[in-house]
């Protein structure tokens, strides 16, 4: 039998050097105007400003008598907001502002108020609710709503002072302020600054992204619309640009390789020669625009983007060149505003149609897709008049085209022996068992079991049929490829043909 080489090469993750802003001195319209994306508050995040409705018969204080200036410091981050608003006799002047910080490990969070100035019985109060780990959820009347986190807390500081909350450790708190001016019957209150300062730690490991368990991609067609998904544990808006290769390997040239940007929202596609040679322009997805290389074309009609708590859906619509005809490997990746990053993972595949049959012809998998622990999979090889012309036949299943750590199986055609590749790729100490006996093979990422296992020669075709066992050791979304060598040592490339997904 010949052992077949698989070389496997590295693939940066397309990096558009887009992160959010960093926090600046203003007015506290500018942070209302950031939204999901936020602004770098040292090496957190702080985002989701938004004004609440106040009590029945306050006034809303201005948001543009109101001044913010950040402190980006990576382990005592702050913002201070500070307003002008003055109450007099009989008036009440409030503001409910609410907003998220994320991005860093928070373990305790201090509110101050001061600069506040009262005569004759009126008052500053300053109170502060916080969720840790979540978000509000509205539950009117019960304002601010429920905690959908670990934990809540209310701080209450009345004119002047300052309070202490200590949580176990989080990645994510919400919060709302609620600071009120009441000059009372006969008094006053005048101004108010109130700081807001955590304790933040990166002395734990951060938890990069990850690419979201959505089932093995299996498909085919001239065009499809795919949906990925990434998670993010601090949350979506804290993704930074999200890749999507579709390639015959990683290979980020001569592919439709897709980048998306989280804070701008934008799409991009890289240019032929891969991530040296540029990117396409910006698409907003949504729109009646497209983006194009010679691979594929990003239609704006029928593609979204929809963030939702810590997981970002990418639907994207996508058009295939006919020069692009071959089955194509799906990978995928993420990368937070931080630069951790997730790693490349295996989708699937994608046929896109018209490619011509050359022999010997790696035909494909049946099923295309599956998830689980054991099934029998069939695959089917052919040559161009006899299957008896068949020496050996390979199918690999693993994240990517790499013979070590794989479930790795060859069939050897003459003498019906089914062999399982060792963990470390060396075919020389292969196992085997033939066809119609009894007894298994097995590695750390599969078993190879011989009841249930057979083969047909039909003609020209040869169809294996192997009852494979995964390891849960070997988890996650896996590609199989497949080759095949004849008797006259003609051998075919690698054609992926099937993906599925090893359950834990």
């Known amino acids: 039998m010949v052992k077949l080489l698989v070389v496997v090469g590295a693939l940066t993750m397309c990096s558009l050097g887009l992160a959010a802003p960093v926090c600046s001195p203003g007015p506290l319209t500018n942070y209302l105007s950031l939204g999901a994306d936020g602004c770098m508050l040292g090496t957190s995040i702080v985002s989701t400003f938004t004004i609440f409705q106040g009590s029945t018969g306050a006034t809303a204080i201005s948001p543009s008598t109101v001044s913010v200036v950040p402190t980006n410091s990576g382990s005592a981050p702050r913002l201070t907001f500070t307003t002008t608003a003055s109450a007099g006799a009989n008036q009440v002047f409030q503001m409910v502002l609410g907003y998220r910080i994320t991005g860093s490990t928070f373990t305790s969070d201090t509110i101050t108020l001061s600069g506040t100035s009262t005569t004759g019985g009126g008052s500053t109060t300053a109170i502060q609710n916080h969720c840790l780990g979540g978000t509000f959820v509205p539950n009117p009347p019960n304002f601010p709503g429920v905690c959908s986190g670990s934990a809540n807390g209310t701080l209450l500081l009345l004119n002047l002072g300052s309070d202490t909350a200590v949580f176990a450790p989080v990645t994510s708190i919400a919060l709302i302020h609620d600071l009120t001016l009441d000059g009372g019957p006969n008094g006053s209150s005048s101004g108010a600054t109130v ?91 949504g729109s009646s625009n497209n983006v194009s290389n010679n691979q594929c074309l990003i239609n704006g009609t029928g593609s979204s983007a929809v963030g939702s708590g810590n997981t970002l859906t990418l639907t994207l619509n996508i058009t295939f060149r006919s020069a692009f005809a071959g089955n194509q490997v799906v990978y995928l990746a993420a990368r937070d505003v931080t630069e951790n990053n997730s790693g490349w993972s295996t989708m699937g595949f994608h046929a896109v149609p018209g490619a011509a049959t050359t022999f010997p012809n790696a035909i494909g998998q049946t099923p295309a897709t599956g998830n689980a622990a054991t099934s029998t999979i069939r695959f089917d090889y052919e040559d161009q008049t006899s299957a008896g012309n068949l020496r050996t036949t390979w199918a690999l299943i693993n994240s990517a085209l790499d013979g070590s750590r794989a479930c790795y199986v060859a069939f050897f055609n003459p003498g019906s022996l089914v062999l399982l590749i060792p963990d470390d790729g060396d075919g020389a100490a292969a196992q085997s068992f033939a066809l119609g006996g009894t007894g298994s093979v097995e590695n750390s990422q599969c078993r190879i079991n011989s009841q249930g296992s057979s083969v047909v020669r039909s003609g020209a075709r040869l169809t294996l049929n192997l009852n494979i066992t995964f390891k849960s050791g070997f988890a996650g979304n896996k590609a199989t490829w497949l080759a095949l060598q004849t008797v006259s040592n003609q051998t075919s490339v690698w054609k992926a043909a099937g993906a599925w997904q090893v359950q834990p």
């Not at 498909?219 to 949906?227: A, E, I, K, L, Y």
């Open 195 to 285: 700081s807001d300062q955590f304790a933040a730690s990166s002395s734990q490991p951060p938890v990069p992204p990850s690419v979201a368990a959505t089932g093995p991609v299996g498909s085919t067609g001239m065009s499809n619309t795919f949906v990925f998904r990434f998670d993010n544990p601090s949350g979506f808006q804290n993704l930074g640009v999200v890749n999507a290769l579709i390639n015959r390997s990683l290979d980020g040239s001569r592919a439709c390789y897709i980048a998306y940007s989280q804070p701008t929202r934008t799409l991009f596609l890289v240019n032929d020669d891969g991530p040296a040679s540029g990117l396409s322009a910006g698409l907003a997805l």
